[in-house]
């Protein structure tokens, strides 16, 4: 079993930056995928950005040139460096690790 806990959201204006922290307790994740998606009002769950164990990245064309995923497997921990934010961007943004989903953190977007 593991916990995921994010941290780092909140309320920012478009142009703006936040940076996501999901640390991971449990057991080691080195070896694990993970990922961020993400989750509108009235929207489906979507993925933004995975990392895997070597360090190889892949993102959502949304997202693409704006957002950086990185992890510290020394820390069991993940970010998401989001710059350039839009509106669109307000979303409850989760942390994944194979199977399993953190509890979310809110990002908001004012325009």
């Not at 993970?34 to 070597?54: C, D, Y």
């Amino acid at each position: 079993q593991v916990q995921l806990v994010e941290s780092g959201g909140g309320l920012v204006q478009a142009g703006g930056s936040l940076r996501l922290s999901c640390a991971a307790s449990g057991r080691t994740i080195s070896s694990y995928v993970m990922g961020w998606f993400r989750q509108a009002p009235g929207k489906e769950r979507e993925f933004v950005a995975g990392i895997s164990w070597s360090g190889a990245t892949n993102y959502a064309d949304s997202v693409k040139g704006r957002f950086t995923i990185s992890r510290d497997n020394a820390k069991n921990t993940m970010y998401l460096l989001m710059n350039n934010l839009k509106p669109e961007d307000t979303a409850v943004y989760y942390c994944n690790v194979g199977p399993w989903f953190g509890r979310g953190t809110q990002v908001t977007v004012s325009s």
